[in-house]
């Protein structure tokens, strides 16, 4: 009788112990959906380029309760993905320029990453972005939660961008890039 007991009460604590476990990794897994959950993207793409620079758009919504910031990027199309945005200068010109504190997506906002404004910057592309392509895009929020979506790649031409693979982006007028203020974007990727 003592052995059949000492096995139910062996038995039970393996259960308990394996219940334990089980709920550990729940609670991991949970946290990683929970953050895939707390993001979404729609109308999302990127200019096709086959080396140098080149850009990804779309929206980008938060699902939570709490502002979350967009810290980093990352690629596997591009050595360095940076979040950038454009500003006007004091004498009226366009400058693109790393957004500082990065992209802040308020609760139950969205956020545009569009031409002439905020976007996704890759820098020294590793292989060539063909139209038709789909892209995956990591972002890296500051609370350290990854979310990744994916974006198809397209032909654009509307602003004239020229992303050069030898140009200084820090301290360029955009004026280079074309006009982007006076384009209108919203009809060549809203099928996407």
Known sequence: MNRRIS???ALSAAAVLGLSACSGDTKENTKQESSQEAL??????????????TAAFGVIENKTDKDITIESASSE???KVELHEVIETPDGAKKMQEKEGGFVV??????????????LMFMGLEKEIKPGDTIKITLKTTDGDTFD???PAKEFT???ENYDGD????????GDHGDHGDHDHGDDHSDH
Do not use: C, Q, R
């Not at 993207?41 to 380029?49: L, N, P, S």
């Not at 308020?106 to 976007?119: R, V």
């Open 7 to 9: 096995a139910a009460i």
């Open 167 to 174: 140009m200084d982006h820090g301290d360029m007028d955009h």
């Open 40 to 53: 979404t993207t729609k109308e999302t793409w990127v200019k096709a380029a086959s080396e140098g620079m």
């Open 149 to 151: 979506f994916e974006a």
């Open 158 to 160: 509307g602003a004239n």
């Open 77 to 79: 199309y591009a050595k």
């Open 106 to 119: 308020p609760a139950h906002k969205s956020i545009n990453l569009e031409p002439g404004a905020d976007h």
